[in-house]
């Protein structure tokens, strides 16, 4: 697999390209060390580079405050992943899937693409919202992905994405109750 090959097929033709990756080992430290940590990287540098070196407005955050939410955001993109992956294999039979964690790793690693890659916006701080919506797309192609990894009949595809996706709000917000509530 080459990275940019891999990014530019699942962005473009996922639908081609998902029974691909279906194929392939879902080696944990491949994935992470190969695909999770350099396109991870891209939303927290790209921030980082927007909001305490450019600024929006005559404001820039701290650097050494952008510095460490850059590390902090790198480092929960691969707990979150993680984490995901193992909801994703969890929830399999209860929508007519099979158990893989090789799968359910791959789908999220390979769905979080445009997401990732969408985080380049946050380099000029007003287009920040652009990496949101399309990071959106990161959903289409988990809802792409689910039938072909996991196997889940197609008639169960959409309630199975949205469920993962509550999931997915679910776990990314426990880290901000957690910082919420420590400091009462």
Same mark, same amino acid.
């Given at each position: 697999?080459?990275?940019?090959?891999?990014?530019?097929?699942?962005?473009?033709?996922?639908?081609?390209?998902?029974?691909?990756?279906?194929?392939?080992?879902?080696?944990?430290?491949?994935?992470?060390?190969?695909?999770?940590?350099?396109?991870?990287?891209?939303?927290?540098?790209?921030?980082?580079?927007?909001?305490?070196?450019?600024?929006?407005?005559?404001?820039?955050?701290?650097?050494?405050?952008?510095?460490?939410?850059?590390?902090?955001?790198?480092?929960?993109?691969?707990?979150?992943?993680?984490?995901?992956?193992?909801?994703?294999?969890?929830?399999?039979?209860?929508?007519?899937?099979?158990?893989?964690?090789?799968?359910?790793? #791959?789908?999220?690693? $390979?769905?979080?693409? *445009?997401?990732?890659? !969408?985080?380049?916006?946050?380099? @000029? +701080? =007003? &287009?920040?919202?652009?990496?949101?919506?399309?990071?959106?797309?990161?959903?289409?192609?988990?809802?792409?992905?689910?039938?072909?990894?996991?196997?889940?009949?197609?008639? #169960?595809?959409?309630? $199975?994405?949205?469920? *993962?996706?509550?999931? !997915?709000?679910?776990?990314?917000? @426990? +880290? =901000? &109750?957690?910082?919420?509530?420590?400091?009462?």
């Amino acid at each position: 697999m080459i990275l940019i090959e891999r990014v530019k097929n699942i962005l473009l033709s996922p639908k081609t390209e998902w029974p691909v990756i279906a194929g392939e080992s879902g080696d944990t430290a491949f994935l992470f060390r190969n695909y999770v940590a350099i396109l991870a990287a891209i939303p927290p540098v790209c921030g980082f580079i927007g909001g305490s070196i450019i600024g929006v407005g005559g404001y820039r955050s701290g650097f050494f405050i952008g510095l460490i939410g850059a590390i902090v955001g790198y480092l929960l993109a691969f707990v979150g992943t993680y984490v995901m992956a193992l909801i994703i294999n969890l929830l399999a039979p209860n929508f007519g899937g099979q158990n893989s964690f090789p799968n359910a790793l #791959k789908l999220v690693v $390979y769905s979080s693409t *445009a997401a990732w890659v !969408a985080g380049i916006f946050s380099l @000029i +701080p =007003a &287009l920040a919202i652009l990496s949101v919506l399309c990071g959106l797309y990161s959903l289409y192609l988990l809802y792409l992905g689910l039938p072909v990894l996991m196997r889940s009949p197609q008639d #169960k595809t959409l309630i $199975y994405t949205i469920a *993962a996706i509550v999931c !997915a709000i679910v776990v990314g917000a @426990i +880290p =901000a &109750l957690l910082f919420i509530g420590s400091r009462f």
